[in-house]
């Protein structure tokens, strides 16, 4: 699927456009470090997402899986870590709008902790920071296994590829000289054409699937991140909003959707 020109492209300058978009809010006065640290990883995830049709990404591919490795530890660290909420980090109204106030001494108080950009770059661990802790864990573990497991497979199943295409013209050849002998000595020799075609087809079809317990993985994690984008587009849409909540739901919502369009394209 990648392999269309009008796709790669267009998957290639959504991505690039995401992380200049990451960066962007990465470089926010109000985001706190544990915010700022997270965008910068979405962002690099995005770059790396944008660069993985290219040749040089599988050259490096065991920097990428460790990478994001250790940035879904890092997630999982903060998930599981108590947290306190910077004041300035929810701004009593001016970061998250109508649902942010101030208490009468003066500590940030949130009626939907994860409308806010702290809680949504996972900074504070309060449950809805939990819960979005959790989740950038999943995408960068999932970007792990992808450079880990699927790239490098995917890339052995394209030479195998090349190998059956030699191997079947060679056997073509072979076919085409068993029919010229059956025609000189009269006798009805068994042309290795259908053989040929059959091993052929076996052959692609056993390179082209994916195996059982990887095939389970990657409909598990499609369905994760389908189920992530229609969330993050929820909440990008809903009233009451801000701004900055609206676009940094909708980057969430073109990342889950492009890391499920991603695994499709494997």
């Known amino acids: 699927m990648l392999h269309e020109p009008i796709v790669l492209w267009s998957y290639v300058i959504v ?13 926010q006065r109000r985001r ?13 995830m995005c770059f790396a997402m944008a660069a993985m049709p290219a040749t040089f990404f599988m050259q490096v591919w065991w920097l990428w899986a460790f990478g994001f490795l250790a940035a879904a530890l890092w997630f999982v660290w903060l998930a599981v870590t108590p947290r306190p909420v910077p004041e300035d980090a929810c701004g009593c109204g001016d970061a998250c709008g109508p649902e942010c106030t101030c208490d009468e001494a003066g500590e940030a108080s949130r009626d939907g902790a994860a409308d806010s950009v702290a809680a949504d770059t996972v900074g504070d661990t309060r449950r809805a920071g939990r819960g979005m802790a959790w989740y950038h864990a999943f995408m ?25 295409g030699a191997a079947d013209g060679g056997m073509d050849t072979m076919s085409g000289s068993a029919d010229g002998m059956s025609g000189m000595s009269g006798t009805d020799m068994p042309s290795g054409g259908g053989m040929a075609e059959s091993a052929s087809a076996g052959h692609t079809m056993m390179i082209t699937m994916l195996p059982t317990w990887m095939l389970v993985i990657t409909v598990a994690v499609v369905a994760v991140f ?3 984008f229609v969330w ?8 009451g909003a801000t701004v900055e909540v609206r676009l940094h739901a909708w980057l969430q919502a073109i990342m889950a959707a492009g890391m499920a369009f991603g695994f499709l394209a494997m």
């Open 15 to 27: 991505f690039l456009l995401l992380g200049l978009a990451s960066l962007g809010l990465a470089l």
């Open 32 to 44: 706190s470090a544990a915010g700022r640290v997270g965008q910068l990883l979405h962002a690099a």
């Open 140 to 164: 960068m573990a999932a970007m792990s296994w992808m450079t880990w497991i699927m790239l490098p497979m995917q890339a052995m199943r394209r030479g195998m590829t090349g190998m059956s």
């Open 226 to 228: 389908a189920v992530a």
């Open 232 to 239: 993050w587009l929820w909440r990008a849409v809903r009233p």
